[in-house]
Nanobody, 119 residues
Framework: QVQLVESGGGLVQPGESLRLSCAAS????????MGWYRQAPGKQRELVAT???????NYADSVKGRFTISRDNAKNTAYLQMDSLKPDDTAVYYC?????????????WGQGTQVTVSS
């Protein structure tokens, strides 16, 4: 099992920044991708950004140039630096880890952290 714990959410004004953290623990061997997803009220969960073990990075078009994903393998932690935040970025942000064990892929999710952007 993999446990993911997010932190860093909060209430900010438009244009401000936040940094989310996701600490992975448990059976973390075999994790190949970590990422961030978000879900706004009444909407489906959507991809925000992912980063692979090989440092391959992918961003949603809506956050390119504003958000930066990174990971510290020594700390088993992934980060999402969010700059120039907009009201449309308001959502619950979830950390995700994709793990492969014996050729079988499995997703793990954190409990989510609320990000609210409002004046």
């Amino acid at each position: 099992q993999v446990q993911l714990v997010e932190s860093g959410g909060g209430l900010v004004q438009p244009g401000e920044s936040l940094r989310l953290s996701c600490a992975a623990s448990g059976s973390i061997s075999g994790i190949i991708v970590m990422g961030w997803y978000r879900q706004a009220p009444g909407k489906q969960r959507e991809l925000v950004a992912t980063i692979s073990n090989g440092e391959s990075i992918n961003y949603a078009d809506s956050v390119k140039g504003r958000f930066t994903i990174s990971r510290d393998n020594a700390k088993n932690t992934a980060y999402l630096q969010m700059d120039s935040l907009k009201p449309d970025d308001t959502a619950v942000y979830y950390c995700n880890a994709l793990k492969i064990t014996w050729g079988i892929k499995r997703d793990y999710w954190g409990q989510g952290t609320q990000v609210t952007v409002s004046s």
